[in-house]
């Protein structure tokens, strides 16, 4: 249940209450007894239970953009080179 929080505009009296969600507002202060309590909006707080909740939980990477192409580029055509470079050591020793 949450606590609600609430003042009263003609004595300035503050308290707060634990109430249920269906729960009426209060009216009458309990200070100098006028109808005059006012619920206030307060910041709520509450607790991020289980994964997926911070920064830390995601993946890492997913920002970073992908390499380039031009480091994949040399990988290519370094077996084709050495391919080339039997081919011709082979015709070097039947001359």
């Known amino acids: 249940m ?3 929080e ?3 505009e003609g004595c300035g009296h503050q308290l707060e209450k634990l109430q249920s969600f269906s ?3 209060l009216v009458a202060c309990p200070a100098c ?3 005059l309590l006012k619920r206030l909006i307060s910041q709520t707080s509450f607790h991020l239970k289980g994964g997926g909740w911070y920064a830390t939980d995601y993946k890492k990477g997913s920002s970073a953009p ?3 192409a031009e480091s994949k580029a040399p990988a290519s055509p370094a077996p084709a080179t050495t391919t080339a470079s ?3 050591g082979a015709s070097s020793s039947s001359t």
């Open 33 to 35: 007894g006028a109808d």
């Open 66 to 68: 992908p390499p380039p």
């Open 23 to 25: 729960d009426d507002p």
């Open 86 to 88: 039997k081919s011709d």
């Open 2 to 4: 949450p606590i609600y």
């Open 6 to 8: 609430y003042r009263c």
